[in-house]
């Protein structure tokens, strides 16, 4: 696993820009989480968890993604031992891919279904949504952009995408999937090509 020889940066809080965050889409929102839109907010993120280029372990080539599950890092490898560093969220215990896959779809502003497995352990919470969401949509949890994961040609149902609550970095709750800040999101789809390799544990 890709890990930093770096420091982890500050401690020091950044402003970022008012967003209207709306969606406790299920995937999303933990458990207890209740139905009502939250109300606009500033969200402060740490400087730490802006993308950064970090020092990783040379063997790593370059181009591909490496998902740090347990110390909620995601590493875009540079080659040169060099990656940039994006902070995620990540699923619940024992609902993380781990293992190695494939990009083999992109999309922007994808639309959203949850898996009929998703409905069966949480009905409560996926239940309302089980005819999907379109692409922008503010309950949508798949955000600005989605690299769907497959191994031997098929889908894993395991996505990288963006969110609509940035907050959550750092977290560990859903069906699996590894979220990013949406603007961070979007800075990792333009870089990764489809045939891109995934590893992650």
């Not at 299920?26 to 109300?39: Q, T, Y």
């Not at 009929?116 to 955000?143: C, D, F, T």
Request: hydrophobic letters at 40%; aromatic letters at 8%.
């Amino acid at each position: 696993m890709a890990e930093t020889t770096e420091d982890q940066g500050t401690d020091g809080m950044i402003d970022r820009r008012k967003l209207m965050l709306a969606g406790l889409a299920g995937a999303m929102m933990p458990l207890a989480a209740r139905a009502e839109l939250p109300a606009p907010r500033v969200v402060r993120i740490p400087r730490s968890f802006l993308p950064r280029e970090v020092e990783v372990k040379p063997e790593l080539a370059a181009g591909e993604i490496h998902v740090d599950t347990e110390d909620t890092w995601l590493y875009w490898t540079l080659g040169d031992a060099r990656a940039i560093r994006y902070k995620i969220a990540v699923g619940a215990p024992g609902r993380n891919f781990a293992g190695v896959a494939t990009v083999q779809r992109k999309a922007e502003w994808p639309a959203w279904v949850p898996t009929q497995s998703m409905i069966e352990i949480e009905p409560e919470v996926y239940g309302p949504y089980a005819g999907g969401l379109p692409g922008g949509h503010e309950r949508n949890p798949l955000g600005a952009r989605a690299l769907y994961l497959y191994q031997g040609g098929r889908d894993t149902y395991f996505r990288i995408h963006g969110t609509p609550q940035p907050w959550t970095m750092g977290q560990s709750f859903s069906s699996g999937c590894v979220r990013l800040i949406n603007e961070h999101m979007i800075d990792l789809y333009d870089r990764v090509p489809i045939g891109t390799r995934v590893f992650a544990g």
